[in-house]
């Protein structure tokens, strides 16, 4: 069975930093691209960035470039979002996702809430 | 990296058809044929009903349909029931790397 399992989130000033890191199991994790997804409260989805299978490429929406970092590690089947100089737009559920075009197994998501 | 667009809301009463369209640009929805739908019940995580604009995964019934043309996308749920009543989100593949949601629409079943 895949599952996906994230931590990390919880509340942190404007300016502060947090790392989201989600546990793979059930599936060969480096032989998949994985991305981390999020939703606001009361807003759609939104993906934020992506990885590819061996950690070579990556890819970031405009919003969160040179903020928000990607990065994974097939040793332990882990993929890691390191957050930086975090907004209070960036308070959402962080959903740990499988897939680059398509995904259909999501994470249960962890709340990171930016606020003072 | 703008949102796809799609309506707000839709609704329809038992037994009748729906569609929900997703419009994007040549740079997402036009250039790939990498779009999927979403049923979202809130508190849940989505699940995905349409993958590579028309293809059903495994345990989706066949009420649910996708097709493309152009620049828009379009989620048909024939056979509506009560059940059906969700959030649907359309995603697409871009050029950018990463995939771009819709904005998502209510669908109610009156």
């Known amino acids: 069975e895949v599952q996906l399992v994230e931590s990390g989130g919880g509340l942190v000033q404007p300016g502060g930093s947090l790392r989201l890191s989600c546990a793979a199991s059930?599936?060969?994790?480096?032989?998949?691209?994985m991305s981390w997804v999020r939703q606001a409260p009361g807003k759609g989805l939104e993906c934020v960035a992506n990885?590819?299978?061996?950690?070579?490429?990556?890819y970031y929406v405009d919003s969160v470039k040179g903020r928000l970092t990607i990065s994974r590690d097939n040793a332990k089947n882990s993929l890691y979002l390191q957050m930086n100089s975090l907004r209070a737009e960036d308070t959402a559920v962080y959903y740990c996702?499988?897939?680059?075009?398509?995904?259909?197994?999501w994470g249960q998501g962890t709340l990171v809430t930016v606020s003072s | 990296q703008s949102a796809l667009t799609q309506p707000a809301s839709v609704s329809g009463s038992p037994g009748q058809s729906i569609t929900i369209s997703c419009t994007g640009t040549?740079?997402?929805?036009?250039?790939?044929?990498?779009v999927s739908w979403y049923q979202h019940h809130p508190g849940k995580a989505p699940k995905l009903m349409i993958y590579?604009?028309?293809n059903r995964p495994s345990g989706v019934p066949d009420r649910f349909s996708g097709s493309k043309s152009g620049n828009t996308a379009s989620l048909t749920i024939s056979g509506l029931q009560a059940e059906d009543e969700a959030d649907y989100y359309c995603?697409?593949?871009?050029?950018?790397?990463?995939?771009?949601f819709g904005g998502g629409t209510k669908l109610t079943v009156l």
């Open positions: 059930g599936f060969t994790f480096s032989t998949y691209w």
């Open positions: 040549s740079s997402d929805v036009g250039a790939y044929n990498y």
């Open positions: 996702v499988r897939g680059r075009t398509r995904v259909v197994y």
């Open positions: 990885i590819r299978e061996d950690g070579s490429e990556k």
């Open positions: 590579d604009v028309s």
């Open positions: 995603s697409s593949y871009t050029s950018s790397g990463l995939m771009v």
